[in-house]
T-cell receptor, first 111, second 112 residues
Framework: RKEVEQDPGPFNVPEGATVAFNCTYS??????FFWYRQDCRKEPKLLMSVYSSGNEDGRFTAQLNRASQYISLLIRDSKLSDSATYLC????????????FGKGTLLTVNP | NAGVTQTPKFQVLKTGQSMTLQCAQD?????MYWYRQDPGMGLRLIYYSASEGTTDKGEVPNGYNVSRLNKREFSLRLESAAPSQTSVYFC???????????FGSGTQLSVL
């Protein structure tokens, strides 16, 4: 099992759609989880951290399932500006300093 | 506030040439990182520096060296470039232990 594995995508959705991304991680000792967003030819930027109880930021909801070693990102009411690659990020093995990135899932929101 | 600044933005090398990628942050962050990003591979950690004076290997350190020159600066050196090192390189920093990473805008490196 790969350390961090994401839906391969790509996802093509119409404006206003709800889309969900999934990510699994291999090491049960991992403690920190994040979703990053990367626009084409740009650097990654933190979208949101993922907390055990789940958390929401506007149209974005992140969930963590430790038992299944699974995290998810839900985007409601998709906007054209949501088009980007979404990266699942985990501190593998509970390292205080090292983050491992998934390969990313490309989302295109169409008018 | 510039954040994380990387230079150069683009570089073309011939096999066997050496070069140093520079990175500086002005956020007083303790930890700094070098990643490479290749199509289909995602971001992979090359080296990191948890604090000034320390450096550690990441997932793909072979062929690279780093120097944490001071708290602000963390450089990545390719002593003898190889075509397999063609990639986009990102420097990043964070305040302390794993939390929000701030990335530079990247260096597109081609080794011919």
């Amino acid at each position: 099992r790969k350390e961090v594995e994401q839906d391969p995508g790509p996802f093509n959705v119409p404006e206003g759609a709800t889309v969900a991304f999934n990510c699994t991680y291999s090491n049960s000792a991992s403690q920190s989880f994040f979703w990053y967003r990367q626009d084409c030819r740009k650097e990654p930027k933190l979208l949101m951290s993922v907390y055990s109880s789940g958390n929401e930021d506007g149209r974005f909801t992140a969930q963590l399932n430790r038992a299944s070693q699974y995290i998810s990102l839900l985007i409601r009411d998709s906007k054209l500006s949501d088009s980007a690659t979404y990266l699942c990020v985990v501190n593998i093995g509970g390292s205080n300093y090292k983050l491992t990135f998934g390969k990313g899932t490309l989302l295109t929101v169409n008018p | 506030n510039a954040g994380v600044t990387q230079t150069p933005k683009f570089q073309v090398l011939k096999t066997g040439q050496s070069m140093t990628l520079q990175c500086a942050q002005d956020m007083n962050h303790n930890s700094m990182y070098w990643y490479r990003q290749d199509p289909g591979m995602g971001l992979r950690l090359i080296y990191y520096s948890a604090s000034e004076g320390t450096t550690d290997k990441g997932e793909v350190p072979n062929g690279y060296n780093v120097s944490r020159l001071n708290k602000r600066e963390f450089s990545l050196r390719l002593e003898s470039a190889a075509p397999s090192q063609t990639s986009v390189y990102f420097c990043a920093s964070c305040r302390d232990r794993v939390e929000k990473l701030f990335f530079g805008s990247g260096t597109q490196l081609s080794v011919l």
